[in-house]
C-alpha cells in the first residue's frame, strides 16, 4: 500500500514552459486535492475532485489545470510557468464517511518546483 | 468563508516541560477541526481531528486538543515535550456541510523548537 504517490520530487523549469505533476493513489479514495505551500503562508488549495470526471476551483486556481479521469490519478498541469509558482507542491487524498479515517487527508511527500 | 489562525509563528519550549500552540478558526457551520506535523522535508502527517463528541481529542504521539465553541478556539497540548516533537504545526478547518467536501483551510503554521 503505497498511499499517494507525487512525481517528479524536484523540478526546475523556465518561464514559460509547461510541465505536469502526477499524483496517484491506492486507496480507493474518492476526494483529491492539490495544495501548495509557500513560506509564512500555510497550505493553500490550488483545486481538488469529489470523484472520477469531477473537479472543482480552490483558493488559487489561476495557472494551473487538472483533471480526473480514474479515481486513481490526479494530475496539476502548469500550462506556462511563471516564477510566482515556485512553491511546494502536495497531493492529499481522503474518503468521505464515517469512522475514525473518514476526511482526513494523506498527503504526499511533495514536488518541489522551482521556476526560473 | 472558512479561515484558520495561527498567532504564533515560533513556540519554544523546553524538553519536559508542557507544550501548546495556539488556532483559531472561522466557519459558517459547524467546524470539522483537524491537526497536522510537518517534518522538514517531508509530507504533513494527521494527529487528530474534531467532528463531534467529547470536547478533548486525544491523538497520536502523545498529543491532545480542546474544542471551545464559544472561543472558536481549537489548541493542541502535550504533556510533556520531547526533542522530536520539534517540527512545524498546522491547523486545519473545514465546514462540516457535505456540500463543503473535504476542502480543508490551513493556518499558516507554527514552528515548533524543544531544546534538550
Known amino acids: 500500500n503505497a498511499g499517494v504517490t507525487q512525481t517528479p520530487k524536484f523540478q526546475v523549469l523556465k518561464t514559460g514552459q509547461s510541465m505536469t505533476l502526477q499524483c496517484a493513489q491506492d486507496?480507493?479514495?474518492?476526494?483529491m486535492s492539490w495544495y501548495r505551500q509557500d513560506p509564512g503562508m500555510g497550505l493553500r488549495l490550488i483545486h481538488y475532485s469529489v470523484g472520477a470526471g469531477i473537479t472543482d476551483q480552490g483558493e488559487v486556481p489561476n495557472g494551473y489545470n487538472v483533471s480526473r479521469s480514474t479515481t486513481e490519478d490526479f494530475p496539476l498541469r502548469l500550462l506556462s510557468a511563471a516564477p510566482s509558482q515556485t512553491s511546494v507542491y502536495f497531493c492529499a487524498s481522503s474518503y468521505f464517511g464515517r469512522g475514525s479515517g473518514a476526511n482526513v487527508l494523506t498527503f504526499g511527500a511533495g514536488s518541489r518546483l522551482t521556476v526560473l | 468563508a472558512q479561515s484558520v489562525a495561527q498567532p504564533e509563528d515560533q513556540v519554544n519550549v523546553a524538553e519536559g516541560n508542557p507544550l501548546t500552540v495556539k488556532c483559531t478558526y472561522s466557519v459558517s457551520g459547524n467546524p470539522y477541526l483537524f491537526w497536522y506535523v510537518q517534518y522538514p522535508n517531508r509530507g504533513l502527517q494527521f494527529l487528530l481531528k474534531y467532528i463531534t463528541g467529547d470536547n478533548l481529542v486525544k491523538g497520536s504521539y502523545g498529543f491532545e486538543a480542546e474544542f471551545n465553541k464559544s472561543q472558536t478556539s481549537f489548541h493542541l497540548k502535550k504533556p510533556s515535550a520531547l526533542v522530536s516533537d520539534s517540527a512545524l504545526y498546522f491547523c486545519?478547518?473545514?465546514?462540516?456541510?457535505?456540500?463543503?467536501?473535504?476542502?480543508?483551510?490551513f493556518g499558516g503554521g507554527t514552528r515548533v523548537l524543544v531544546k534538550p
Open positions: 486545519a478547518v473545514r465546514d462540516g456541510g457535505k456540500a463543503a467536501g473535504n476542502k480543508l483551510t
Open positions: 486507496m480507493n479514495h474518492e476526494y
